[in-house]
């Protein structure tokens, strides 16, 4: 009898993932698809419906939307960026998409970086949008120290003669450029920064969640490790619950987002009392360009 419920016991969790992930908005999936293949290049079908804990089916309709607008291209078990992604602009409704998605992160990540200062300990989370930030303060030549458990993140920086980078260690997860576990954990355990980068796969009912409990224990262990937390969240991220729960959205001493922040969602973070900022996407250059507004509500 308890051989036959331990067998059971991963179908069962399977299962219910898949139920609650399946409550995530289309978009939320397509942009965490995007995310994925943004660092790798290529994903299989079966890694993508591991990572989200959704089924096979949902996973393929979501390669054939962003198929459909040239945001991917299928291939045999998987799928690849798309034409679009690559730099090939074919409709007009593909650019402004993908534009629209590549100016949100860039937005975000500007907006972090003037949260930096000059020898400020800075740790930073494991995701494309927090890659974003870190390249802003590369770009800004500040001196920092910089502690991170994202191998992309670390390359960038290591080509920067400011910046004191500190990669804690740990295991590469398949298919990522995380790096979780031993000695990283104890590492972090053990470290009082100034400020972290926190990544976001998913938001919902004032709540932080992720679909691996490998990444949010590993968002909650950089949080502890900081005195400044601040969270650079894409504003399409905002709707169904992830797999499971990382920390309630105000923990945070701050969140940064783009404008396509909901305004329904926005009332709700205030009526949280949770500190929200938005940058608009920068214009091209003109002479009588006025300087990119910020606001925070």
Same mark, same amino acid.
């Given at each position: 009898?308890?051989?036959?419920?331990?067998?059971?016991?991963?179908?069962?969790?399977?299962?219910?993932?898949?139920?609650?992930?399946?409550?995530?908005?289309?978009?939320?999936?397509?942009?965490?698809?995007?995310?994925?293949?943004?660092? $790798?290049?290529?994903?299989? /079908?079966?890694? =993508?419906?591991?990572?989200?804990?959704?089924?096979?089916?949902?996973?393929?309709?979501?390669?054939?939307?962003?198929?459909?607008?040239?945001?991917?291209?299928?291939? $045999?078990?998987?799928?690849? =960026?798309?034409? /679009?992604?690559?730099?090939?602009?074919?409709?007009?409704?593909?650019?402004?998409?993908?534009?629209?998605?590549?100016?949100?992160?860039? &937005?975000?990540?500007?907006?972090?970086?003037?949260?930096?200062?000059?020898?400020?300990?800075?740790?930073?989370?494991?995701?494309?949008?927090?890659?974003?930030?870190?390249?802003?303060?590369?770009?800004?030549?500040?001196?920092?120290?910089?502690?991170?458990?994202?191998?992309?993140?670390?390359?960038?920086?290591?080509?920067?003669?400011?910046?004191?980078?500190?990669?804690?260690?740990?295991?590469?997860?398949?298919?990522?450029?995380?790096?979780?576990?031993?000695?990283?954990?104890?590492?972090?355990?053990?470290? $009082?920064?100034?400020?972290? =980068?926190?990544?976001?796969? &998913?938001?919902?009912?004032?709540?932080?969640?992720?679909?691996?409990?490998?990444?949010?224990?590993?968002?909650?262990?950089?949080?502890?490790?900081?005195?400044?937390?601040?969270? =650079?969240?894409?504003?399409?991220?905002?709707?169904?619950?992830?797999?499971?729960?990382?920390?309630?959205?105000?923990?945070?001493?701050? /969140?940064?987002?783009?404008?396509?922040?909901?305004?329904?969602?926005?009332?709700?973070?205030?009526?949280?009392?949770?500190?929200? &900022?938005?940058?608009?996407?920068? /214009?091209?250059?003109?002479?009588?360009?006025?300087?990119?507004?910020?606001?925070?509500?």
């Amino acid at each position: 009898m308890v051989a036959r419920i331990s067998q059971n016991v991963p179908d069962m969790i399977s299962k219910t993932a898949g139920r609650r992930v399946e409550k995530l908005l289309p978009r939320q999936r397509q942009s965490f698809i995007l995310d994925v293949l943004t660092e $790798h290049g290529v994903v299989t /079908l079966q890694h =993508l419906a591991e990572r989200l804990g959704a089924s096979f089916s949902t996973v393929r309709r979501d390669l054939d939307e962003l198929e459909s607008r040239k945001l991917v291209e299928r291939t $045999h078990g998987g799928a690849i =960026l798309g034409s /679009l992604s690559k730099g090939v602009v074919e409709t007009e409704e593909s650019r402004a998409t993908s534009g629209a998605m590549k100016g949100a992160k860039e &937005s975000i990540g500007r907006l972090a970086a003037t949260r930096i200062r000059e020898g400020d300990s800075v740790v930073f989370d494991s995701s494309t949008t927090v890659l974003e930030a870190a390249r802003a303060i590369v770009e800004a030549r500040l001196r920092i120290t910089a502690v991170t458990n994202n191998i992309k993140i670390a390359e960038l920086m290591s080509a920067s003669d400011n910046i004191r980078l500190i990669i804690p260690g740990g295991t590469r997860r398949p298919g990522t450029n995380m790096l979780a576990g031993e000695p990283g954990d104890s590492f972090l355990n053990h470290l $009082h920064a100034d400020i972290a =980068l926190i990544g976001a796969q &998913s938001a919902s009912d004032g709540m932080l969640t992720d679909s691996r409990i490998e990444s949010a224990s590993t968002k909650r262990l950089l949080m502890k490790a900081v005195r400044t937390r601040i969270l =650079l969240i894409d504003s399409w991220k905002f709707g169904g619950p992830g797999f499971c729960d990382v920390v309630p959205l105000s923990d945070f001493d701050e /969140l940064i987002t783009d404008m396509g922040l909901p305004e329904e969602e926005r009332r709700n973070l205030q009526r949280r009392g949770i500190q929200v &900022s938005v940058e608009e996407p920068a /214009l091209e250059p003109a002479a009588s360009q006025e300087p990119v507004r910020k606001r925070a509500y």
